[in-house]
């Protein structure tokens, strides 16, 4: 069965701080490794992840992906109270384009 | 970019009634939709993936009796909660990708809460 496990379930940071949120996963079939941000409705896209060791860079938020160690990270910088979210990792599978969704990162940045 | 669009967007009903939960990709076409369901502080569970023109393949632990999935067309895929009980109650959402379903992105739809009484 696949699996993806994020950590930490929740964190709680001050503005201006810099958040690591981790991905790791055991699937059979990996395509790509993405990341979602969910506010109150449905997930919206941050990033897609498909080549180890490359980083993908958006504003304040970067992400890699290490393919041998199977886990990602989603790095945000200077943090503001539009941050607070939940971050959801997702893994694309098989042929299907089937996505496994981690447990998510509830982050709230206060000021 | 991609708009997927979904209906109704909050719906109340009472326990034994059925709930159809519709799916459009508004500017594409999509062979593939998936269907979701989050519960509170949980995350995405798959619940099926839509198919034009053929039956839903649905995971494991998902009753395919309960919850009826039709895909007539390349830009609609329908969800049926069948006899709902408050358990049923959570987040629906659904996901298309477009053309005949292997690219790697999925666009999500506003998702639909449903709460059963």
């Known amino acids: 069965e696949d699996k993806v496990v994020q950590s930490p379930l929740s964190l709680v940071v001050h503005e201006g701080d810099t958040v690591t949120l981790n991905c790791s996963y055991e699937v059979t079939n990996f395509r790509s490794l993405l990341w979602y941000k969910q506010e109150k409705k449905a997930p919206t896209f941050l990033f897609m992840l498909t080549s180890s060791g490359i980083e993908k860079k958006s504003g304040r938020l970067s992400s890699i992906l290490d393919k041998k160690e199977l886990f990602s990270i989603l790095n945000i910088t200077a943090t503001q109270t539009g941050d607070s979210a939940v971050y959801l990792c997702a893994v694309l599978t098989g042929t299907a384009s089937k996505l496994t969704f981690g447990t998510g990162t509830r982050l709230q940045v206060t000021l | 970019g991609a708009v997927v669009s979904q209906h109704p967007s909050r719906v109340i009903c009472k326990s034994g009634t059925s709930v159809k939960i519709e799916c459009r990709s508004l500017d594409f076409q999509a062979t593939t939709m998936f269907w979701y369901r989050q519960f509170p502080k949980q995350s995405l569970m798959l619940m099926a993936t839509s198919n034009e023109g053929s039956k839903a393949t649905y995971e494991q632990g998902v009753e395919k009796d309960k919850f009826l999935i039709n895909h007539a067309s390349l830009t609609l895929s329908t969800l049926t909660v069948t006899s709902a009980h408050p358990e049923d109650s959570s987040f629906y959402i659904c996901?298309?990708?477009?053309?005949?379903?292997?690219?790697?992105?999925?666009?999500f739809g506003p998702g639909t809460r449903l709460l059963v009484l």
């Open positions: 996901s298309a990708v477009p053309g005949q379903g292997f690219e790697e992105t999925q666009y």
